[in-house]
């Protein structure tokens, strides 16, 4: 980790010495033609190389190599469809340390070119899933992390009234984090009396009233003017 984000810091300078930190191979079948670099923007995958014609789907692990160890740190299963649609076996769950490489090459992603990043895997507040774009021939595939939002409800503790505050308290559905809001006292207005000049109403608790002049906006072919708060309808008198 301390290394990556070393590497990290010196890429910012000097963009074209990104490629070091881990090496990435393919296992299955010799000869299956996807070529995976690790750049500063995301995890490419290649997915066609000169002279090859998609005919089948692709199953292969992607394998995450540190410091030429002999074992993967991380692996990755995909499917390569003919067309060049990436998939991951349903259920699959990354590790840590997978997701710790994906995030940190995905953080100084960059568009243009790509399309919008879609989801592999479920991602939430508490998920971390898999993302993944492509260019704009299908040829090239970049494969990242990502963690999604809370996703608050609320519900009433106390209800607001006339004179005080209420209070509501929001909850992540998916996590449960929460957070407690105030909501303003506030009157429960019953509909507008109007008069000629006037619109006034009155709290139905606690009975207080509220009085205003009308705020006229006149009609298009200037004829009539009506209240934009009340709806009073008037004609205007031009003599
Ligand atoms: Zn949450
Ligand atoms: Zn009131
Ligand atoms: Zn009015």
Known sequence: MKKLLCCLLVLMMIPAMCLADYTIHTSGKSGVPVKIRQEKDGVTIKLTEDGYKPSKTKTLTLKFYEDDSEEPVAELPITLSKRGKLSIKSGFEPSEKLLEILHETGRHARTGGWTEWKYLTETNCV?????????????????????????????????????????????????????????????????????????????????????????????????????????????????
Request: with cysteine; hydrophobic share 20%; glycine share 6%.
């Open 127 to 239: 998920t971390v899933g898999l993302i993944y774009r492509t260019n704009s021939t299908r040829t090239k595939m970049q494969i990242s992390a990502n963690k999604g939002k809370h996703e608050y409800k609320y519900t009433t503790v106390t209800k607001y009234t006339c004179e005080k505050p209420g209070k509501i308290r929001w909850k992540c559905v998916n996590c449960g984090d929460y957070y407690y809001e105030e909501t303003p006292a506030a009157h429960t207005w019953g509909s507008w009396a109007k008069t000629e000049t006037m619109h006034s109403h009155i709290c139905k608790v606690c009975k207080a009233t509220e009085e205003f002049e009308h705020t006229f906006k006149e009609s298009k072919d200037g004829k009539t003017a009506t209240c934009t708060v009340c709806g009073y309808k008037t004609a205007i008198d031009r003599d």
